[in-house]
């Protein structure tokens, strides 16, 4: 047997999340009157994404196999993984911080976060300006010119 | 210790200070903008945009009004609730406080606030095609009666405002059993009824009054106790055969319970100018609500009221959690 | 006469000239802008009209809603990340464009076709709004569901390579919707009890997660590489359509102008619909030397002038019914509301001359538009000068803070983080992404209409079939769901020479 392709890797996790969907759907959501009620269409879409994900897992797409289309495969690939890391991360935290400490702290925090951890950037102009200029920037031309409202921290009213 | 001193940091270098010491807060209340939690779109929303609006005037400092409609309301309510008592988020509220914690989506009551002052409210608006002939609600419950045939009668989903209204308004119809109820979107009524796939919608009077004018619809009635002065002609339902109906959609201003009194009563005064103010009442008009000022203590007598007409409706109905 | 003669003097004056324009250029940032859509956009002007009078402040919000679906398509070409849920289906040809140096080509092409779409139908709606009104009538929760069952139905030509995992893509992205409070019921569905989940997935929220993650995490592995491609300065020329180009698509902007027309105009539809039935029937009927997908231009021709052609169709119900087709139109109606303009049958009998002031209102937003963006186009397209890495870095910025400000919900950061992590790792696995846009985007109508229409019927499935909409639409999905599985299966026993070319 040859090593388990993308697809049958695909398959089976996708596999899983039907199943583990199908479960909860059935556990928690009530069938309702009637023939078609709250339950039914996440019900079946459970079950053919279960069914779905079974074929493929079995059988592939039915066409030649991919080619291995990226040069890098995902497992071992530590550069595309950290830097998945990082950007689930940089967001994640963007939004625990900004109603603590508002927007342009947030934003200030979430982007030297990004140039300095992520990236590796040591230049100091280039981390200065933007971490100043891109939250600066967006305050002015979203929260100041044109009105959208910005996160604010409860506890200080500084931007 | 590190955390103390940011903390105390901060709190020099910003203009206010947190909640706590009522009577300084007071007197410099409102010292930054006030966050006003809207919790719908359409008719919710641009009403208090207005007052919004018009209470910024009267606060002297800007009362922004923030969008946070997911589920049904649920949302900004749990938002407000777990703010800071300090006057500084408020929310615009409406019967949504009743439905949404007797449906159990919320685990809190009207009580989890202090009413601030009652707006405004909107009174639903019982209407047919004109090709079925029906002038009356007597004329509707006649045929309906003799002709053993289900009444589809549209409304939002099971356990919305308005679905509760009818359920209400049949019952005492006496129509409750020959009934179907058809969930559709706010807009959608007037389409429905239209094209003839609804026999009958109960929705706001401003989505049907062109139509009423052009002839193609018909209002039987409307569900509060007083006729509304948008479309006066238009009998009550408790005139048309309903009797000792009374229903209506407030909206008013409400904060966190423990915000303090005087801080609420600086609100009140502002909502209360700004309800009295012409661009109000001329809006009103137009856009199809009616300024009902009512200051905080009759305000919550009513929210207590109607919580307990609601919770005994949506007992009835099996939709109680 | 004199109501046309009026409607001129009010919408051309200083006031109202300059409102429109001020409106179209807010909409275009606001469309722009991946997270800002429109609709924000609409719901901060709504407040600053109430103080206008009639003609500025109609202007104004119909320039914010026409700038809003034109500007949509600007960052779908530049970055990948469409501006607005209607513009998704340009990124599809708009991006690949903009990769190779024809970006200023693309959103040339998209702005002069919006325009072109917008009017078409701004002019049906001048000359048939009562035909359409009636046409619109008659789509009832049945047609409208076999409406949008055939949209879905593009999945099989949007699948690229494997339509079984264009199926999973369409239904993972229709399985995501259903999270939340369900409208009909009132029941709360995967919520685990929670008020957060409440508000469930928003369509928007999850669009950017998957446009734009997958593009940020590619930009930051190619720079710590050091792999990163700058642009040349001669890959960001000027570049406009020339009107030979136009022409070879003439007739398919005009098809597309009515399908948008006709799709707006029924309630409850809209947008992205239009645009994604349009693309597909394009690359059905093409003839192109470039595939779709690949950098076609009618691959932008077709969704813009779709989805712009909407705007009118989109006012037609709006002004002749008084119903809002979608939450943008809501708040203009609003606003016309405020105004004293209620729409519905009566306004064409009373206010005849601001019928017309609004046509006019929307004729100057296009002229807005076209001058705007064609001047602004040698200024957009400096944004591709500006490093990758930098310009993903800004973007996630932008993404979560446009996800937050769709509902001011922290909680909609939270959904960006983790569903664009999932599309990441779906792309990995070659699972097409385009397909679940279309669940996400048409999920809660389907089902919202499916069970309306059950509802209606009492139970009994004959209701899909006993109109012709109905039935022909549902027809139609089923030829189109049916068609390539035949082909699948023959095409198993003997592989035929063509497909196994394509991997070579």
Same mark, same amino acid.
């Given at each position: 047997m040859r090593a388990p392709s993308i697809d049958r890797i695909t398959g089976l996790v996708l596999l899983v999340l039907a199943t583990v969907w199908v479960i909860l759907v059935w556990r928690t959501i009530p069938p309702g009157a009637g023939p078609v009620g709250p339950r039914t269409l996440p019900l079946g879409l459970g079950v053919a994404l279960a069914v779905l994900s079974a074929w493929l897992m079995w059988f592939g797409t039915g066409e030649a196999e991919e080619p291995a289309p990226d040069p890098a495969p995902a497992a071992g690939d530590w550069v595309t993984l950290r830097m998945v890391l990082a950007t689930f991360l940089s967001i994640a935290v963007y939004g625990v911080l900004m109603e603590r400490i508002g927007f342009v702290f947030a934003t200030a925090a979430v982007v030297l976060a990004l140039l300095w951890l992520a990236l590796g950037i040591r230049d100091t102009r280039k981390l200065v300006g933007m971490t100043i200029g891109i939250p600066i920037g967006c305050w002015l031309v979203f929260g100041k010119l044109l009105g959208s409202h910005l996160p604010r921290s409860p506890w200080f009213s500084l931007f | 210790m590190s955390a103390m001193s940011l903390k105390s940091i901060l709190a020099a270098t910003v203009i206010t200070a947190g909640a706590g010491m009522t009577s300084v807060v007071a007197q410099t209340f409102p010292a930054k903008p006030v966050e006003m939690t809207v919790l719908f779109g359409g008719t919710a929303q641009t009403i208090g945009q207005l007052l919004a609006d018009l209470m910024s005037k009267e606060l002297g400092q800007p009362l922004v009004p923030v969008a946070r409609t997911g589920g049904g309301g649920s949302v900004g309510y749990q938002h407000v609730h777990s703010a800071s008592a300090d006057g500084y988020s408020i929310v615009w509220n409406s019967n949504s406080i009743s439905t949404n914690y007797h449906g159990g989506k919320i685990n809190f009551d009207y009580k989890a606030f202090k009413p601030i002052a009652k707006i405004s409210i909107e009174v639903p608006a019982l209407a047919v095609s004109a090709s079925s002939g029906w002038k009356t609600v007597a004329d509707m419950v006649k045929d309906i009666k003799t002709s053993g045939k289900k009444l589809k009668i549209g409304a939002s989903g099971k356990g919305s405002f308005t679905h509760l209204t009818t359920v209400a308004l049949l019952d005492s119809l006496g129509l409750a059993e020959q009934t179907l109820h058809v969930p559709y979107d706010q807009g959608k009524a007037p389409v429905e009824l239209l094209a003839g796939r609804i026999d009958a919608a109960l929705q706001w009077p401003g989505q049907f009054l062109s139509h009423a004018k052009a002839g193609t619809i018909n209002i039987l009635c409307v569900t509060s106790n007083k006729r509304v002065s948008e479309a006066p002609d238009v009998p009550t339902c408790d005139e048309a055969g309903a009797k000792g109906l009374n229903i209506t959609m407030w909206r008013g201003l409400? @904060?966190?319970?423990?915000?303090?009194?005087? *801080?609420?009563?600086?609100?009140?005064? =502002?909502?209360? /100018?700004?309800?009295?103010? $012409? @661009?109000?009442?001329?809006?009103?008009?137009? *856009?199809?609500?009616?300024?009902?000022? =009512?200051?905080? /203590?009759?305000?919550?007598? $009513?929210?207590?009221?109607?919580?307990?007409?609601?919770?005994?409706?949506?007992?009835?109905?099996?939709?109680?959690q | 006469m004199d109501a046309v003669l009026n409607a001129f003097a009010l919408a051309l004056t200083p006031a109202a000239l300059l409102a429109t324009t001020v409106g179209t250029l807010l909409g275009l940032v606001f469309g722009a802008v991946p997270g800002l859509t429109f609709t924000v956009a609409l719901a901060l002007v709504l407040p600053l009209t109430f103080s206008l009078s009639v003609a500025p402040a109609v202007g104004m919000l119909l320039g914010t809603y026409i700038g809003g679906m034109t500007g949509g398509s600007v960052s779908s070409i530049l970055v990948g990340i469409p501006g607005t849920p209607s513009a998704a289906a340009t990124v599809l040809d708009g991006y690949p464009m903009a990769r190779q140096g024809k970006a200023s080509l693309a959103m040339g092409t998209a702005v002069i076709v919006s325009t072109f779409g917008g009017l078409f139908s701004l002019v049906i709606m001048m000359?048939?709004?009562?035909?359409v009104a009636k046409l619109a009538l008659k789509f009832g929760p049945a047609e409208i569901f076999a409406l949008v069952l055939f949209g879905l139905s593009t999945?099989?030509?949007?699948?690229?390579?494997?339509?079984?995992?264009?199926?999973?893509?369409?239904?993972?992205?229709?399985l995501v919707m259903t999270i939340g409070l369900d409208d009909i019921d009132g029941v709360q569905r995967l919520t685990f009890g929670t008020v957060t989940l409440q508000q469930?997935?928003?369509?928007?929220?999850?669009?950017?997660?998957?446009?734009?993650?997958?593009?940020?995490?590619?930009?930051?592995?190619?720079?710590?590489?050091?792999?990163?491609q700058r642009m040349r300065s001669a890959d960001v020329r000027m570049e406009l359509p020339r009107l030979a180009d136009l022409g070879k698509h003439f007739w398919l902007m005009v098809r597309c102008s009515?399908?948008?027309?006709?799709?707006?105009?029924?309630?409850?539809?809209?947008?992205?619909?239009?645009?994604?039935?349009?693309?597909?029937?394009?690359?059905?009927?093409?003839?192109?030397?470039?595939?779709?997908?690949k950098g076609a231009l009618g691959g932008i021709v077709a969704p813009e002038a779709a989805n712009n052609a909407v705007t009118g169709g989109a006012m037609i119900p709006m002004l002749s019914l008084g119903i809002p087709g979608d939450p943008a139109t809501a708040i203009i109606l609003s606003g016309l509301l405020i105004h004293g303009l209620a729409p519905g049958p009566m306004l064409f009998i009373e206010h005849i001359d601001k019928v017309y002031m609004i046509y006019v209102a929307v004729i100057i937003s296009y002229i807005a538009i076209l001058f705007i963006q064609l001047l602004g186009i040698r200024y957009f397209v400096q944004l591709l000068r500006i490093p990758a890495h930098m310009l993903a870095v800004g973007i996630i910025v932008m993404c979560g803070f446009g996800a937050y400000s769709v509902r001011n919900s922290v909680f909609d950061v939270y959904t960006l983080a983790v569903l664009g992590v999932a599309s990441w790792g779906l792309m990995r696995a070659n699972i097409p992404l385009t397909p679940i846009i279309l669940g996400?985007?048409?999920?809660?109508?389907?089902?919202?209409?499916?069970?309306?229409?059950?509802?209606?019927?009492?139970?009994?499935?004959?209701?899909?079939?006993?109109?012709?909409p109905a039935a022909l639409f549902l027809a139609l999905s089923a030829f189109v769901f049916i068609m390539p599985l035949i082909r699948a299966l023959r095409g198993r026993k003997k592989p035929a020479a063509g497909e196994s070319q394509t991997h070579a």
């Open positions: - | 409400a @904060a966190p319970a423990n915000t303090p009194d005087d *801080v609420i009563a600086k609100l009140e005064a =502002a909502a209360k /100018k700004a309800v009295a103010s $012409e @661009a109000f009442v001329k809006a009103s008009k137009t *856009v199809g609500f009616e300024p009902a000022y =009512a200051d905080r /203590k009759e305000f919550g007598n $009513e929210i207590a009221a109607d919580d307990k007409q609601i919770a005994d409706l949506m007992k009835k109905l099996g939709l109680k | 000359v048939s709004v009562d035909a999945i099989c030509g949007l699948s690229e390579k494997s339509l079984l995992k264009g199926m999973i893509a369409g239904i993972l992205g229709l469930g997935i928003s369509l928007l929220v999850a669009m950017i997660a998957m446009f734009a993650v997958p593009h940020v995490v590619e930009a930051f592995v190619d720079y710590y590489r050091g792999q990163e009515i399908l948008g027309t006709g799709i707006g105009a029924i309630p409850g539809t809209g947008g992205p619909i239009a645009a994604f039935l349009a693309y597909s029937h394009a690359q059905k009927y093409s003839n192109e030397t470039v595939p779709y997908g996400l985007v048409l999920g809660p109508t389907l089902e919202r209409e499916f069970r309306t229409a059950l509802v209606l019927s009492e139970g009994s499935f004959a209701i899909f079939v006993s109109s012709f």
